[in-house]
């Protein structure tokens, strides 16, 4: 993997330093633990297979040998941590425009980080970050992306896919899908890194964006609400304009944002 990743790799930066095992816990855990050994910004984990591979909110990411990708990326910027969660959706974007121009495939953002293809998510983020007196000791970004055809435990069989099975037919190289997210991601975070918004991405965001000017369910923990959702702020917050006439910001985190019939519609 590393020799064939450095020579596909036209990143300045992104993955230039590799850390790869055959199986781990989870390549969040070991790429947090490389930050604070002193690991450079830009760093690359990757993993094979992974034993207690992490979802967001607390759950697992199932993460079976061979089939898929699971990387994260050590991030070490300099801007302060308020920040740092627009992170995940300049990679929502990098790693759905990667598997869009790699497979063909209609990718879609669901709101704000999970990657969709026909109704079904083919790849989830979690992004950590660990502050210290003010500042960001680092930041990771963890991917994992279905790329094989597979058999998903049930209770995931109804929302999950992968790259393959939608193809039909066709085979995505993993490496190169890892490098083009690699060479989108550095690149997006350029722009982002200077300016501290999303403006840049928005229009390209919310052209891929499902459910935009839809009408959508807000499970906030407060209460849930309907509305049409607006697309993104120019700080990734979704914009939903309920009955009444007024719009709310919507924040990622406790709240899910669904379709009217289920994971996206
Ligand atoms: C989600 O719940 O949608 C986020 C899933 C993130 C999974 C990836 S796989 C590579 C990295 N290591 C982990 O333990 N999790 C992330």
């Known amino acids: 993997m590393r020799e064939e990743l450095e020579s596909l790799s036209g990143t300045r930066w992104a993955g230039r330093k590799l850390i790869h095992f055959r199986e781990t816990d989870s390549t969040n855990e070991q790429a947090k633990k490389s930050a604070l050994s002193g690991e450079v910004h830009g760093t690359l984990v990757t993993a094979d297979c992974q034993s207690a591979g992490k979802g967001r909110r607390g759950r697992s990411w199932e993460s079976p040998a061979g089939s898929n990708l699971y990387f994260t990326l050590v991030l070490k910027p300099e801007f302060a941590p308020e920040y740092a969660p627009m992170l995940t959706i300049v990679m929502a974007h990098a790693a759905a425009e990667a598997m869009r121009r790699e497979t063909g495939l209609d990718c879609r953002i669901k709101w704000p980080n999970d ?10 983020i979690l992004t950590e ?26 209770e995931l069989a109804e929302k999950a896919t992968s790259l393959e099975a939608q193809l039909g037919n066709g085979h995505v190289c993993k490496k190169a899908l890892l490098v083009q997210i690699l060479s989108c991601f550095e690149k997006e975070y350029e722009i982002f890194a200077k300016d501290l918004d999303l403006r840049y991405l928005k229009e390209s965001y919310e052209n891929i964006l ?12 407060q209460g849930e609400y309907e509305g049409i959702s607006r697309g993104i702020t120019g700080t990734g917050e979704l914009l939903v304009e309920r009955d009444d006439g007024q719009t709310e910001t919507v924040y990622a985190g406790e709240v899910s944002v669904r379709g009217l019939y289920g994971y996206v519609r």
């Open 129 to 154: 970050m660990d502050v210290l007196d003010g500042k960001i000791r680092y930041v990771v970004i963890g991917v994992g992306v279905n790329v094989e055809k597979q058999e998903f435990p049930e």
């Open 115 to 124: 990657i969709v293809v026909n109704g079904k998510k083919v790849c989830g």
């Open 210 to 221: 499902i459910g935009k000017n839809e009408r959508v369910r807000v499970l906030d923990p």
